[in-house]
Each structure stands twice: as C-alpha cells, then as structure tokens.
C-alpha cells in the first residue's frame, strides 16, 4: 500500500504551502506594514500619509528593509529600539 501526501503530483503544491506558512508566521505589525507599503504603490504618497498617518521617510525605510531581505515581510517586523550598549 502506497501512502500519498497531500501534494502528490501538484507542481508548486508544497512551495505555495511553505509560503501560506511564512506568512501565518508573520508578525501582525509587518503585515500591516506590507499592507501600507501596497497601498502607497497603488494610491501614490500624499493618500498613504492620509490615510494612515505614516510619514514619508518611513515608507521609504520600510521599503529598503523589504528590498534588502528580497521581499520577506518578516523584515518589516518591528525590532527593538533600545541602545545597544547601556
């Protein structure tokens, strides 16, 4: 008897899967930082600040983070803001 997984033979099943996973692993503040950053290439800069009170030197740091760890929303995750040496 053949035991068969549930992407047998489904090509890009388990890739698709793995990024499902990634996401649900997302903390919730960098999805909505991502949600932010879609809105803003959609709808332009001056409706982004309106609509979400972000200023304009954070959406761009928000997009170098993205850029920089080749478009992995844990990278926007927020990251401690305290010295780094007391």
């Known amino acids: ?9 489904i090509r890009g099943f388990y890739r698709i899967a793995a990024l499902g ?3 649900a ?3 919730k503040d960098a999805q909505r930082r991502l949600h932010i ?3 803003w290439g959609t709808h332009g800069l001056k409706a982004t600040q309106d609509a979400f009170d972000v200023s304009r030197r954070t959406l ?7 850029r920089e760890q080749g478009g992995n929303p844990a ?11 007391r």
């Open 37 to 39: 950053l879609r809105f």
């Open 1 to 9: 008897m053949q035991v068969h997984h549930a992407g047998y033979r």
């Open 60 to 66: 761009y740091r928000w997009k170098q983070a993205l």
């Open 25 to 27: 692993m997302t903390p």
């Open 21 to 23: 996973h990634l996401w």
């Open 75 to 85: 990278a926007l995750a927020a990251r401690s803001c305290a010295p780094k040496r």
